[in-house]
């Protein structure tokens, strides 16, 4: 199984400021690799694919890069609707696996 | 536009059984792998299982391998999980979404309780 790390587990930015969010996969994914939002009480929705294209609707604001174990993202300036919960999840191989998750809240 | 929508969520003692049902609409059914999802009260998101668009593959995690059941049927447009020998850390919210490449569509989720 391919263990996702997230890190950190708690990121706390300021409205308008950079966040930068870390995925570490056990072992290659190739660029298999999404992210989530999740807010409370809500679904999650996908942001990106393919470790950076991203999903239908969703911002610039939100980046997506690398490639095989490490990943990130980027949001860019911050807003208020963006503090939520992170996951990234590989879908190279089965079972398909989730981060632990990154909460970002306001500092 | 793509909805899916849970049913069939409850409480169930351990050992007991349920299905869970996901009806969804917006888009052509059949031509979609389709997933569930769960999320236990408080923690992060776990696979569940995933069925190709035909019906003819299915995968599960090892967690629920041999006692979860995942089918479709196409001309209901409707997604199924049959859980039995259910445990308490089967409890969760349990989401159908679309697809796992990713999973580009998500339900509102079915809250499933196992306790005596």
């Known amino acids: 199984e391919i263990v996702m790390t997230q890190s950190p587990a708690t990121l706390s930015v300021s409205p308008g400021e950079r966040a930068t969010l870390s995925c570490r996969a056990s072992q290659s994914v190739s660029s298999n690799l999404a992210w989530y939002q999740q807010k409370p009480g809500q679904a999650p929705r996908l942001l990106i694919y393919g470790a950076s294209t991203r999903a239908t609707g969703i911002p610039a604001t939100f980046s997506g890069s690398g490639s095989g174990t490490e990943f990130t993202l980027t949001i860019s300036s911050l807003q208020s609707e963006d503090f939520a919960v992170y996951y990234c999840?590989?879908?190279?191989?089965?079972?398909?696996?989730f981060g632990g998750g990154t909460k970002v809240e306001i500092k | 536009e793509v909805q899916m929508v849970e049913s069939g969520g409850g409480l169930v003692q351990p050992g007991g059984s349920l299905r869970l049902s996901c009806a969804a609409s917006?888009?052509?059914?059949?031509?979609?792998?389709m997933s569930w999802v769960r999320q236990a009260p408080g923690k992060g998101l776990e696979w569940v299982s995933t069925i190709t668009g035909g019906g003819g593959s299915s995968y599960y995690a090892d967690s629920v391998k041999g006692r979860f059941t995942i089918s479709r049927d196409n001309s209901k447009n409707t997604l199924y999980l049959q859980m039995s020998s259910l445990r308490v850390e089967d409890t969760a919210l349990y989401y159908c979404?679309?697809?796992?490449?990713?999973?580009?569509?998500w339900g509102q989720g079915a809250l499933v309780t196992v306790s005596s």
């Open positions: 999840q590989q879908y190279n191989k089965w079972p398909l696996t």
């Open positions: 979404a679309r697809k796992y490449y990713p999973f580009d569509y």
């Open positions: 917006g888009f052509t059914f059949s031509n979609y792998d």
